[in-house]
């Protein structure tokens, strides 16, 4: 995907947060962020993106902590969650193609790195308020929710942060059958999971396929794993679950 659809896709996603989050109300409890509640979900969001825009619009090269979440509440919490999240497109949008600033994965620049990882920031919280709203998060474009499971696996989950490890080597292909898309996880006790975006042909231990956004949304633990088909050992699928998450 190009930096100006995932500036779009960003937009729009903030823009759903924020709509889901006000007819909820900032009271309500967020079921995929087991603890929170919408207010906790805008903060977080809020701050996320306020974040980012610094690196963007200031073109900070070294690493630079959050700050502080908001206090604020209701209707003044989500008018906030708008304006930060209207600066932070803002500020992508006016960068340069040049821009030279702090990321943390791989990425072709980091203009690209920041328009990526923030749509997908958005989308998944998008998803968390619309779980909030209505029990379960909407649909997902699928070339978007693609390119999404793309930075999870072979982004995040390439990192020594990576908890996902297990005891003998194991293999788990990720099937998208609406986009066409595939991968292929290779886990092991000691390394980071190493992702080839293809299918390497031949038996795996485990395949989770599915429509792109069920993927997507599952990999991210915002739906339950039988949101989408487990063939093989389903050990493998819950072992995903109970150690993928990302801090």
Known sequence: MTTIAHIEALETAGRGLADAAAGAGTDSE??????????DLLRHTASVHRWATAFVAEALTAYRPEGEETTLDGDELTAYYREEHARLVAALRAAPASLECWTFLPSPSPLAFWARRQA???????????????????????????DGIDELLAGFHSLDRSRVRTPEPRTLRVRATDTGDAWT?????????????KDEGGGVDTELSGPADRLYLTLWNRLPTDAVTVTGDEGLA???????AIG
Do not use: F
């Open 30 to 39: 967020v079921p995929s962020c087991p603890g929170w509640r919408v207010r």
């Open 120 to 146: 997908h920031e958005t989308l998944v919280h998008r998803a968390d308020a619309e779980s909030a709203l209505r029990g379960a998060p909407g649909p997902v474009a699928p070339a978007i929710a693609a």
């Open 185 to 197: 996880v290779h886990l092991t006790a000691t390394e980071p999971p190493r992702t080839e975006r």
């Open 238 to 244: 819950r072992l995903w679950r109970e150690t993928s």
